[in-house]
């Protein structure tokens, strides 16, 4: 008989765990690291998030997606608001639930109202998810 693994402690490998409001606060917690110069984000998954074939439900991939690069979009903007414009996704593999998810995301064009992204959603090693997004800055009256 195999051996079961203890499940896995972002905490523990550097994670630092966020508290937030609004809708990504029911699907967390979200965590972060800055690793290698560039910021990533986690989820640690449940049974809970799972969809009636036991896989990770997509909608949760495509949200942590949206949150992720919304967050890197926000940071390259001078810390502005960004909302999603348009949001591409590819399921490239399923994820089983007490997986924990990272994603990162680069910027590939960038004007004074949009933020041209890509995305990766990866398991360990194994890329689970791709997109490609754009974002718009909203200009605050402030600035």
């Known amino acids: ?22 809708f990504i606060q029911l699907v967390g917690p979200l965590w972060s690291r800055r690793d290698e110069g560039e910021w990533k984000y986690g989820l640690l998954t449940e049974a809970k998030h799972a969809n009636p074939a036991s896989v990770i439900h ?15 979009a926000w940071e390259a903007a ?27 995301g680069r910027i590939t064009r960038r004007s004074s109202t949009l933020v041209f992204m890509q995305g990766i959603l990866s398991v360990e090693k194994d890329e689970v998810v791709t997109g490609n997004a754009i974002l718009k800055i909203i200009k605050t009256a402030s600035r």
């Open 78 to 104: 001078g810390r502005l608001p960004c909302v999603t414009v348009q949001l591409d996704t590819h399921f490239l593999s399923a994820v089983q639930p007490g997986s924990f998810i990272v994603a990162r």
């Open 1 to 22: 008989m195999g051996k079961t693994l203890p499940p896995f402690d972002p905490s523990l490998a550097g994670w630092r765990q966020h508290t937030l409001n609004g």
């Open 58 to 72: 997509g909608g949760l991939l495509v949200t942590l997606m949206d949150h992720a690069l919304s967050a890197i």
